[in-house]
């Protein structure tokens, strides 16, 4: 064998061997973590690489120093530093598996994870104690340090939103979150929960008719979606559709009361009164309705509350003195004695309840006041003077609902 054979045969050997070993600087470099010379390390392998680019193993010790460094860099708040650390242990981490896969990737996938865990853990604390500054910067470490995931950038985008409901819906702070959820959005389009809370920044925002389409095309694929039916009922009532959101606390009601679980009770009974008190509204005047969910609202009241008793003696009344007036304007003398009849059975009705209220809350003026314009609908002339002199007391009192 020539001299150049020989030559060109070691030079191959060589080659094999750098591929598939570990390096002696990368083991000086080991060394060199594990007494956190992190720096040192760096450059050893550094050098490492310019004999050998294709040495997984360097590249792996790489992302391990780089990561040690960032937490050094947290620890003397030099955030800036350790995002760029967080950013090169990332690539160096990735090129290791993209070298030699089958030795690398549970351990890069794992070391990633440690890294982002850290980080997201201490944004998660910073942000219960409201120390919003620092648990954005720790979010953005996270991300940084595992660009893969979007929980970073949507936890950033939710504690926009909680530091903007603290402050009056802060404008600001809502088109911050909004462009953050439309970052993440870009990359996890069919994200539900991320929808829902796009669609809420923009009510918030006033841009309703942007997050009502948000919400329509979310409802037509979740209709039985709590959370969602309830952003959409605060929309609604942020645009002061007050019918459409009595319908969404209905459809809730009638979700929350099929699980049976007891702890949902007292919800249910207020979104009844609520949407009773909405459906009672004389220019929505959905009395039967209204009327039927104070009923049930009071079925579950151990004894009959103010609000539920005092709302549904209104809606009788109401209800009453719209039958009235359909009666004086029908034309056939039947059909006006039929609807006369319905409006005074509202009004008998309305004095039960009326009653029942005052004798229980005896303080509440306007209780007195409905109770009286019913017994006078009635021709109950004595009991609707005296409760109405009742109700004037109080007035003058100070007391009353």
Request: with cysteine; glycine share 4%; aromatic share 10%.
């Amino acid at each position: 064998m020539t001299k150049t054979r020989v030559l060109i045969v070691a030079g191959a050997l060589l080659s094999l061997a750098l591929a598939g070993c570990r390096s002696a600087q990368t083991t000086s470099a080991i060394l060199y973590i594990e007494e956190q010379r992190y720096d040192k390390a760096v450059n050893v392998l550094h050098e490492a690489l310019e004999y050998n680019p294709k040495e997984a193993d360097a590249y792996f010790y790489l992302g391990e120093a780089h990561s040690k460094l960032a937490e050094e860099a947290i620890g003397e708040d030099k955030f800036a530093v350790a995002k760029e650390n967080y950013e090169m242990a990332y690539r160096y981490y990735n090129r290791a598996k993209e070298l030699e896969p089958a030795k690398f990737t549970e351990n890069v996938d794992l070391a990633l994870l440690h890294n982002f865990t850290l980080r997201s853990n201490d944004g998660k604390n910073e942000y219960s104690g409201r120390y919003y500054e620092a648990a954005e910067g720790f979010f953005r470490l996270a991300f940084a340090a595992l660009p893969d995931s979007i929980s970073s950038i949507k936890n950033i985008a939710r504690m926009k939103m909680q530091q903007a409901s603290e402050k009056d819906n802060d404008p600001a702070l809502l088109g911050e979150a909004l462009t953050l959820l439309d970052q993440v959005l870009a990359q996890r389009p069919d994200a539900f929960e991320l929808k829902i809370d796009k669609a809420n920044a923009l009510g918030r925002l006033g841009r309703t008719s942007e997050a009502s389409a948000i919400y329509d095309e979310l409802l037509l694929a979740h209709p039985g979606d709590t959370a969602l039916l309830i952003d959409i009922a605060n929309l609604a009532v942020t645009e002061q559709k007050f019918e459409r959101a009595a319908d969404l606390y209905i459809q809730l009601i009638d979700i929350l009361e099929k699980d049976e679980n007891p702890e949902n009770d007292e919800q249910v009974k207020n979104m009844m009164v609520q949407a009773a008190a909405w459906l009672a509204e004389q220019d929505v005047h959905r009395y039967p309705e209204a009327i039927d969910l104070y009923k049930r609202a009071l079925q579950k009241e151990l004894l009959p509350e103010q609000p539920t008793l005092f709302g549904r003696l209104r809606a009788h009344f109401d209800y009453g003195m719209a039958l009235k007036k359909e009666a004086e304007a029908e034309a056939d003398l039947a059909r006006k004695g039929e609807i006369s009849a319905q409006s005074k059975a509202q009004f008998t009705e309305a004095v039960a309840v009326g009653n029942a209220l005052v004798e229980q809350y005896f303080d509440n003026a306007y209780g007195y006041y409905y109770l009286a314009l019913c017994q006078n609908e009635l021709g109950d002339l004595t009991a609707a003077e005296a409760n109405m002199k009742k109700f004037s007391e109080l007035q003058e009192a100070g007391g009353g609902q």
